[in-house]
């Protein structure tokens, strides 16, 4: 009888895992253009391509905008937009393919169509303008008019269409878009995706606490701060121009709407008034001043608006806003009335674009910071006055008056006129 001594001593058990293939992705150079919403998810990404193997010093992000920078590397591959923020793209996508000593592989630019936000489940969604989400794909165009740039220069492009603000469906999406680029399985894809929003929401909690330390800092010592109304691209130096930098100079706390702290005993401090009469469900219920509240950055901005109105150590908004941006315009009215409802300074640098007006810019922040420095302690004086004693910001001073009774305008102390007020 034969027996079959080599199938036996030698074949695999089925108790034997299978070695795990390992997939070396650490000399991978990717480029991620820092445009539009990934200024507030960059962590994402970055955590997302670490957890996959690619290298922190590989995963290269493209220079804040600027003249210079579209002039060099975005020249004649524009689109016809009249949005800066997306027509500067090309620049961006221009300087991570001709602009690297170290050639890239992967040219990043996703399509980002939901955001995660403070406001999820209290509004109707978290979308982004559309025009935003499908700039990538737009600019895209612009290398590929006349040849292809991508395949020219060896790179492949990769431009995942994802809904970072509904979490269950980002695994399937980043598969299904990302599986030939980086050779994925699901079960990768779906560890990766998880260290990505680990990421995001260390950062994010790590900013929204900075951002209660400022308030915290300004209860105790009675001092001012400013907080900026705008989109995540206005956080780029070529689109918002510094402007809050040139306010923080002059040694004023600046806060961006998208860190605003979201601590529940804050936020009840702040609203109970608007919960105990009904007007709202929650702290970040924005129904009674935004019923269409699709649109992630808008919701925010008229939340963020209402936050200030309540918040005493905000004396001060200011607007930023990019040229012809159609979702913002419906904006501004509402979030001017809102924040001066309560006397607070509202401050709107409306039509910004590829130019900075380095002048008047100068000009508007002297205004800015005259007025600040000559009324922002009735502000907060006023403000402090409507809300319980029981402040979880403490321990507080009552602010001094820094004027006589006689020189404090009349939106200060009386009900109807609005407080002073610059926008333009």
Known sequence: MRFPTLPTWFAKKLSVASPVKVKDRSQLRVGIPKVLNIWTTAQFWVGFLKALGVSSENIIFSSDTSEEQGREFGKGRGTVDCCYPVKCISGHYGELIFGQKKKINVLFSPMIHTLPSLLHGHVVDTITCTRVMAGPESIKAGFMKERDIFTENGIVYASPFVSLGDRHMVVQQMHDSLKDVFDLDLEETNLAVQAGFE?????????????????????????????????????????????????????????????LPGDGDLMNWLFEEDMRSGRIKSPFDISDVWTSSYSSNTNEIMWGAKFASRCPWI??????????????????????KIVEASRTLFFKFGDLDSTKPAGSIKIRVETVVHYMAKYSQEIMRSKLARLSPQCPLGPLQAPASSLPESEVPAGLHADNPPAVSAAS
Not at 224 to 253: N, S, W
Request: charged residues 15%; glycine residues 4%; aromatic residues 10%.
């Open 199 to 259: 990421a995001l929401d260390a950062f994010t909690a790590k900013a929204r606490q900075q951002s209660r330390d400022i308030l915290n800092w300004c209860a105790q010592n009675q001092k001012p701060c400013i907080l900026v109304l705008a989109r995540p691209y206005h956080m780029d130096t070529g689109i918002g121009h510094e402007i809050e930098a040139e306010l923080q100079a002059h040694g004023f706390p600046i806060l961006w709407l998208q860190y």
């Open 315 to 336: 004396t001060c908004v200011i607007r930023l806003s990019s040229y012809e941006c159609g979702m913002d315009q419906p904006t501004y009215t509402p979030t001017q």
